[in-house]
């Protein structure tokens, strides 16, 4: 664990990204990510590659200030098509008014593309995945289901309009959910990613020394997700998220196995998980609203008791 006086948020929370104050005015957000291709097309991957980076500075309550590109591609591969990758990138970054100012690329048998971004935030005014408070309410602004979906294309299996409409949930930022957030005041939030719902949330309620509530039908889910479950479809990645949770989650005995694994989906480019005093709700889904946040949906609600575990109702 790295500790310094001007660390304001370390490795030690398990939170989305550091945060490192340079003076009373100025602190900067630090955070990496990349990950192999989804979708077929290279500037679709680029796209959502790039939001799915820089959402870790918007679970933090910052804004995005500049960026790197990481990439790893093969060298017999068309330069084009990396291309295709790197323009998704800057279009996606260049939304955020966030400036890719270099990068570093390798030659790599499997595509792999994101971003190094650093951020900005007022110090004190970061938000930290560990600070959630007993009968706070829980926001997500995302559905679910992104894993399913592209493990279901990579199989041939998810209809052509089920994918475009999950690479656009994919491809949003997380730009006016955090705007919105920063409004109201929240007490803390991070964004779902590969460790799914249920995983992040640990997170929280761990960092936080608190417990959850979830109430899964009210989880949104993204349309065409129950159809591939009931085709099996299920990433390895949410299997073992599933098996990575078991010693923190109480699941209601009538869950099906379907609907736990729903709730671990490995996500790409996920939501923002917000936990918000009860008084503060209404006006935090007015203003997502405002920022035009399509998903603002409670999903739950943080307790005083059962620190660190998570109670998924039916
Ligand atoms: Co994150
Ligand atoms: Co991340």
């Not at 159809?227 to 099996?232: G, I, V």
């Amino acid at each position: 664990m790295v500790s310094h006086p001007d660390l304001l948020v370390g490795n030690d929370t398990g939170d989305d990204a550091a945060v490192y104050r340079l003076d009373k005015n100025t602190a900067i957000i630090v955070t990496v990510d990349f990950f192999t291709p989804i979708t077929d097309d290279p500037y679709e991957f680029g796209v959502i590659a790039a939001a799915n980076s820089l959402s870790d500075v918007y679970a933090m309550g910052g804004k995005p200030l500049v960026a790197l590109n990481i990439v790893g591609f093969p060298a017999e591969l068309a330069v084009d098509m990396l291309g295709d990758v790197l323009k998704g990138g800057y279009d996606k970054a260049a939304e955020a008014g966030c400036l890719i100012v270099g990068g570093h690329t390798v030659d790599d048998a499997e595509p792999k593309y994101g971003l190094s971004v650093v951020g900005l935030i007022e110090p004190g005014k970061e938000v930290s995945n560990a600070n959630a408070q007993p009968g706070d309410v829980l926001v997500l602004t995302k559905p679910i289901g992104t894993g399913i979906i592209t493990t279901g294309c990579k199989q041939g299996i998810t209809p052509d309009d089920i994918l475009k409409n999950a690479v656009d949930v994919m491809a949003t930022l997380n730009k006016g959910a955090a705007e919105a957030m920063m409004r109201v005041g929240i007490n803390s939030c991070t964004d779902i990613t590969g460790f799914g719902l249920m995983g992040h949330l640990r997170g929280m309620t761990r960092g936080s020394k608190v417990g959850a509530i979830i109430n899964a039908p009210d989880v949104p889910v993204l349309p065409g997700v129950w159809d591939l479950l009931e085709k099996n479809v299920v990433p390895g990645g949410t299997f073992r998220n599933m098996n990575g949770v078991e010693d923190s989650v109480d699941w209601d005995e009538s869950l099906t196995d379907q609907q736990r694994l729903l709730m671990c989906d490995a996500q790409t480019s996920g939501g923002l998980l917000i936990s918000v005093t009860k008084d503060k709700v209404e006006k935090l889904l007015s203003e997502l609203e405002i920022s035009g946040v399509e998903t603002r949906v409670i999903v739950g609600e943080i307790t005083a008791e059962n620190s660190g575990r998570i109670l998924v109702k039916a």
